[in-house]
Structure formats: C-alpha cells, structure tokens
C-alpha cells in the first residue's frame, strides 16, 4: 500500500482522556499521525477508514472491550497488516494469553515504563511498515 | 525282625523286652561262669571268682546302658515329641496331619493320638465353621463400617481416657506423622500439643457438658502444622474406670491460616507501600514545585517508585488469586464424561477426548461452565460436532471445546459468561468461575478453516503418586485397648498384653565383629497377642561398605537398592522411636541385636528394650533337643511362608510374628502366661542360646 510509504499512522482506542493525551505527545514526537478514540463502539469504524499502520488499545473499554476489537481487526482480511499493541491495567498471565490468542502483536500492562513502551511502538510501527 | 515286632501288641513287647532282659542278664551270667570255670584250673578260685564277677559286671552295665539308650531314643523322646505335637494341637491352631514315624515303638500311642487330634480338628473346624459364619456376618458389617471410616477425608481418632490410641483411620495418620507415624496404643500427647486436648477433655468432662461437642486448635509436636479438631465423649460402658475415652476429628488449618494470614499482609503492604508516594505526590504538588526541575524530577520519581510498587503488588495478588476456593485433584477424564453427559441431558452430542491428567479445579463449577458454553454455543452460535478435549501444555492443561462452525464473537462469550449458572450457589457466573480458578477463557479459529474453539487453561495438580493416596485409604483399630487394664509391671503382664515389635534384619554377613552391618530392617507391631494390620515398619540401609555377593544371594539386596537408603544411625533411629515402649521380639534376638547396639552412641538411643527370643521359646515348647530355626519352627507350628518371602526382612518378621502368636497360647498351656514366667523358662535354656535381657530390668 502507498500509505506505508508515507508517515505510519497510529490510532489510540482509550477512554482515559489523561493517557491518551500523554501518549499522543509522545509519539507526535516521532513526527507520526495520530488519531484517538474514546468509544470503543466507533474504533472499528474508524479502523476501517483510516487504515492505521497500528492501533494501541486498551481493553476496558465503556459499551465494547478491547478483546472484542481485537477480535475483529483479525477476522477483517483486509486489516491484516495493521499491528494491535493491547494495553490493560490489570495484566494477569491470563489476560496476556488471551490477548495474544485473539491477535494482538504485543501487550502491555500499565503502569509501564514510557520508553520501554515507546520502543515497542516503534518496533511495531516499523514491522508494518515493512510488511 | 524290627518291622515285625512294630507290628506286636505294645504290652507283648515290654514283656518280651523284659523277658530279653532277664535272657541277656541269665545268658552274661553263664558267659562269666563258663569263663571264670575254664580259667579254674590255671588262676584258682580268686582269680575265677574275679573274672567270673568282672565279665558279669561289665556285661550287665552295657546290657541296661544299652537298653537305657534304646528307651531314651524310642520311649522317652519319643512321648516328648508326640507331647509336644499334641499340644500344638490342642493349643495352637495346627491343623496338619500328626506324625507317628518317629513314635512307631509305642504301639497304639502314636495312632490313638492321632485319632483324637483328628477328632478334634473335626470337632473344632465343626465348631470353627459356626463361628465363622457368625463372624463373616460380623466382619462384613466391621468391614463397612471401616470402609466408611477411611474414606472419611477428616482425620478421625479414637482414644481411651488416658489419651492412648485406640482408633485411627488414614488422614489422621497423615496428619499426626511428621518423623514416625502413630500407632495404636500410643499416647495421643506425644503427637499433639497436650495443653489444649486436655483442657477439651476435662470441659467435655463436666456433668452440664453431656452429651455434646467441643472445638480446639492444637498444634502438632513433631511438625507445628496447625490442626482445628473437635472432641466428644464416647457415651459407650467403660472398662477402665468411670471416664469415658472420646473421638476426635482433625482437619489441618495451617493451609487455611497461612492463606488468611498471606492476604492479611498483602493488604499491610498494599497501605504501607502505597501511602507514602501518595503523600509525597501532593506535598510536592501542593508545593508548586514541579515547576522547576529538580521538582519535575522528584515528581518523576514518585511517581516511578509508586507504579513499580503498584505492578509488584498487582502480579503478587494475581498469583494468591483463587487459592482460598477448595480445589479438589480431578481427572480430566471423569470431567469431560461429567461434561458430555450434562451436555447430553440438554440433547447435545458432545465428543471427549480427554487423556488422563490430574486437574486442580473445583470439578461441579467447570462441568457446570462448560456445559453451558456447550448449550449457548447450540442454540445462539449454530454450533454442530461439539468436542471436548483436554491437552497437556506447559505449566498446565488446555481445555478446548471446539466445534464446526465461525468463530465465535467475543462480545458473545462476554454476555454467556455473565448469566448465572445452575450450581446451587447465588451469584455464580462464569466470569466467577473463571476468577475462582484464576483463568480466562477465549475465542480461536480451529486447526481446520471450517472449524472453531474455545480455550481455557487449567493448572495441573500438584499431588504426588497415586501409590500415596492409596496408603492413606485405611483404618486401624483394637477397640478392646478401651477395655483394658491399666498396664502393671512388667514381669506379671501376661503375654497376651504385651506390646510386641517383632522384627528382623538383614545384614552383609554374619560377623558384626569384622564389620558386617545391617541392610534391612522390618518390623510388626503385636498388641494383644495379634498383629496390628496396617503398622509395619520397613526400611533398607547403606550399610556404608559393599554386600558381598553370597549376602545377596541369601536377601535380594544389592548395593544400587541400598545407595539412596538411609545409613543404620538413621534407620535405627526411626525403628527406635517405633519400638519405643513394647518388648523386641526376634528369631535369634542376641544376633541382631548386637548389628543394632554396636551403633548406639551414632543413633543417640539404646536397645535396651525387654527381649523374647522365639529360639527359646520353641525350646520351652518343644524342649531343646528339636530344632529351632525359624523353618523348623514355623513347620512345626503350621506356619507356611512362601519361598520368595524367606530370607526378607519383612518375610521373617511376617513368620516370626505368626510363630509367636502360636508360642502364646502353647505356653499358656504349660502355665506359663506372663512375661516374667516366659523369661524364666527360657534362661532354663542358656546353654542354647544366651538370654539378652539385662537381668537388673527383666529379673526372673
């Protein structure tokens, strides 16, 4: 695709305004689009338009979990290519499993280390940019 | 001619034997008179009177020496034996057919015996066949009764009122043993802490207190495992004094408190560790200073230290998540039959496939969760070919029901696991569930396109061999210690109240003195003049030097069984406490004792234990011309060990134990029934075997 050519664009599905506002100034850092979501009943619409190289999700979410999302960016062949980063404030083994199964590429538990968690974007955003 | 005279009337022999005599005696007479006559002539008279007188003499002694010889072998030791096979007869329960080769020149005697041993075996397995049944009826209801007692998952105890044990079944066993297991007979307070059960006896002891039960919290000695229990009097006719023995059951709490006492801590550190960023935060925020630098960095900080803290104490919580929820073994197998035959009863073929691993789960609440899933997967999600399959993975098992059909949304599952479930408990869904089990379950596509599956992660247990849970399936008993009298002292206990340890050992070799040493050690416990089923002891040793091949030959053991084993100091140790209070019985007791005193100082205890000795016991028996090894002995006695079993430790003491319980009873019927009187006849037979009690302790 002609977009990967370009700047990778990177859409944030969570509903807490406060991280969603700090990780966007992180990573407009990096010179990249940004999008932010705070329903996760509109994330698969938007997904769908913008066609995102990532989507960081988080998986409490108000009406559709982040579980359900993820589920369905893998289920849409034509997504394939876009890279899933779950974030969860209470990641038990369990929850990483499940997320992993349901397609994630990577899981983060809050709280996190923010360049461990910048890194892990790049390195995301770097393997759809590459695909 | 021998064969003939067997075959004559017994009073026709004596009074041919006797007129042989007096034959022989006439005819050395006349030997004398003849020779002293034909020496006449060239000695003179004194000289044939001499000889005459010495022929006649020495003829006579030799005559009746050797009739003497031929009595003592045909007459006397003849009646000694058959005695002494009459009495195993009457006394003890031998059932084989008398001999009488070696009494065949006491006429009638040996056949007239052997009727009347026949008779009466007839006559006792007449009366034996009665009683039998009236005691099969009775040991089938003591069978179930016991059965119930053991499989009882609580430990379950009783005790007479001087806190000897009377009763126990498997889990009380398991509970109270730490370095050696309980046993009957012995105090109860030598296991558990003494304060608290008897502070519950004497509460249940009080007159308004009839009749009911009392809770305690004790803690055993030997472990410090934490056991709640509850006591009640035994409302049963007493033998020993007005006090009532009394029944406890024990269940170990320690699990249970250290569990509380975990999550009571956790919360402590959850506030202590939470608390102090939260107020350096606002001071610091309060104070305006994130505005400058070194304020932003201290904020930083804080807030750094506190999310680290949070992460470590969120993954402890996860890890102690679900542990208070009783998680009983399972086999995956049974649960996904219980699965499909629940699936089944809603008219759902449900194909298993399970293997055979041990589940950590609460088996009712899974069986309920995914029958459900099964049930919603069919009737909301068009699922067809439902199965069931239970994987081993690492770290645990993977339970997957998988279907044909789409993958199933997860929003869907997220609404079928917050429905309640039919288990009989209020607020049970399957999101508890999976909480309680600390797990989750998900959506997958299938290993084929068409296909889909739902997994769910399980833990393993972490019980060990099956062999172990077996060994806890038991009960032991004698309920006739709730009627006995308190103990004397020793030398007037009679047998049939002695607490017994017959053992035996198998060594290198014969020579302690050139450094031979113990390889095996078994031993059974006797109370009452029975075995107690179920107390054995047993264990190899390192002897700490090679086994040369002839001792193996002999035992069976080699030096790689003997390798992981523990070295005499400790075994004997362990067979020491076992022992510990009861009389040591052995075949050749001096022999094996000194394997174990040479090791006394090493084991830190001595063997001075009072001694039977089953050699002399048979002497006593059997008088000390038989032979008394322990084949001779069990022969006699009736007692059949099978091949493979002679020459092990645990064989011998099998067959030394039955021997003794037969010595009893044939003892009783020479009058002698208490230990004292069984001591002292056995030093009449010094010159077989030396007696080993020390005779300060054990005076005859």
């Known amino acids: ?131 | 001619m021998l064969e003939r005279l067997a075959r004559l009337s017994l009073r026709l022999r004596v009074f041919l034997f006797f007129a042989a005599l007096a034959a022989g005696a006439l005819a050395i007479l006349a030997l004398g008179i003849w020779a002293g006559l034909a020496r006449l002539d060239e000695a003179g008279p004194e000289g044939a009177y001499t000889m005459t007188g010495l022929i006649v003499g020495f003829g006579l002694v030799a005559l009746i020496a050797w009739i003497w010889l031929m009595f003592d072998e045909n007459v006397a030791r003849a009646i000694d034996r058959l005695a002494g096979s009459l009495r195993a007869r009457a006394h003890a329960d031998v059932s084989h057919e008398l001999k009488h080769d070696h009494a065949i020149y006491l006429g009638d005697l040996a056949p007239a015996a052997r009727a009347v041993t026949g008779s009466l075996t007839e006559t006792k397995s007449a009366l034996a066949e009665a009683v039998e049944r009236e005691t099969t009826r009775l040991a089938i209801e003591n069978a179930r009764l016991q059965a119930l007692l053991a499989d009882v998952p609580a430990g379950v105890l009783l005790c007479a009122p001087d806190h000897q044990i009377v009763f126990y079944n498997g889990p009380a066993a398991a509970l109270l043993t730490a370095e050696h297991a309980p046993g009957l007979d012995r105090s109860l307070l030598d296991y558990l802490n003494p304060a608290p059960v008897r502070a519950a006896y004497e509460r249940l002891s009080l007159p308004e207190r009839a009749g009911t039960a009392t809770d305690l919290l004790c803690a055993t000695t030997q472990s410090g495992d934490v056991l709640a229990g509850r006591m009640r009097l035994l409302d049963l006719p007493q033998g020993r004094g007005d006090r009532p023995g009394y029944v406890l059951t024990l269940r170990d709490v320690t699990a249970d408190l250290a569990l509380h006492a975990g999550r009571e801590a956790l919360l402590e550190e959850v506030f202590e560790r939470v608390r102090r960023p939260a107020a350096n935060l606002q001071t610091v925020l309060a104070a305006g200073s994130a505005r400058e630098a070194q304020g932003r960095a201290a904020l930083l900080a804080e807030v750094e230290g506190l999310a680290a803290t949070i992460t470590d104490l969120g993954a402890r919580y996860d890890a102690a998540r679900g542990g208070w929820w009783p998680m009983a073994d399972t086999r995956s197998g049974e649960l996904a039959e219980a699965v499909a035959t629940q699936a089944g009863q809603a008219g759902i073929a449900l194909a298993v496939e399970a293997g055979d691993l041990r589940l950590q789960c609460d088996a009712f609440q899974l069986v309920a969760l995914l029958s459900h899933l099964a049930e919603r997967l069919v009737g909301e999600h068009e699922a067809h070919g439902l199965s069931l399959q239970v994987a081993a993975e690492e770290g645990g098992a993977l339970l997957s029901l998988s279907w044909t059909g789409p993958v199933l949304p997860v929003a869907r599952l997220e609404a079928w696991l917050g429905r309640p479930l039919e288990v009989g408990l209020a607020d049970t869904t399957g999101r508890s569930v999976l909480a309680a089990h600390g797990t989750e379950v998900w959506p997958e596509p299938g290993p084929r396109e068409t296909e889909a599956r739902l997994c769910l992660p399980l833990a393993l247990s972490a019980v060990g061999a099956p062999a172990g849970a077996a060994e806890t399936r038991r009960a032991v008993y004698d309920f006739d210690l709730l009627d006995r009298d308190p103990p004397g002292a020793l030398a007037e206990t009679p047998l049939t109240a002695l607490t017994c340890i017959v053992f035996d050992t198998e060594t290198t070799g014969l020579l302690p003195s050139s450094g031979d040493e113990i390889v095996q050690i078994a031993a059974m416990r006797m109370l009452g003049g029975r075995v107690v089923e179920g107390e054995a002891f047993e264990t190899l040793v390192n002897p700490g030097r090679s086994i040369p091949a002839v001792s193996t030959e002999v035992h069976g053991i080699t030096e790689a069984m003997v390798t992981d084993a523990p070295p005499i100091d400790i075994a004997a140790r362990r067979f020491h406490a076992f022992a510990e209070g009861a009389v040591l019985v052995a075949h050749n007791a001096p022999f094996d004792l000194e394997f174990l005193r040479r090791h006394e100082a090493g084991i830190g205890a001595r063997f001075d234990h009072p001694v039977l000795d089953t050699v002399l016991l048979s002497a006593v028996v059997f008088g000390q011309a038989q032979t008394h090894t322990l084949d001779a002995l069990t022969d006699r006695l009736g007692i059949t060990i099978p091949p493979e079993a002679r020459h092990t430790a645990m064989g011998d003491t099998i067959a030394t134990a039955a021997a003794l319980e037969k010595l009893i009873p044939m003892l009783a019927g020479q009058g002698i029934t208490t230990f004292g009187e069984a001591i002292a006849a056995c030093r009449r037979h010094a010159r077989l075997l030396k007696d080993v009690n020390d005779p300060e302790r054990v005076p005859a």
């Not at chain 1, 990249?32 to 338009?49: S, V």
């Not at chain 1, 990641?91 to 892990?120: I, W, Y």
């Open chain 1, 1 to 131: 695709m002609t977009a990967h050519e370009t700047v990778p664009h990177v859409l944030i599905v969570e509903d807490e305004a406060n991280i969603a506002l700090a990780l966007s100034t992180v990573l407009r850092r990096e010179g990249w689009t940004l999008t932010h979501i705070d329903d996760g009943a509109r994330a698969m619409e938007a997904i769908r338009e913008a066609r995102p190289s990532l989507v960081l999700l988080d998986v409490m979410l108000p009406s559709v979990s982040g579980y359900e999302i993820c589920q369905q960016i893998r289920l849409d062949p034509d997504l394939a290519e876009t890279r899933i980063l779950m974030m969860t404030a209470r990641g038990t083994q369990m929850e990483r499993r499940k997320g992993l199964a349901l397609g994630a590429d990577a899981f983060v538990s809050k709280p996190f280390d923010l360049r461990e968690f910048v890194g892990e974007v790049k390195r995301l955003v770097g393997e759809a940019q590459h695909a």
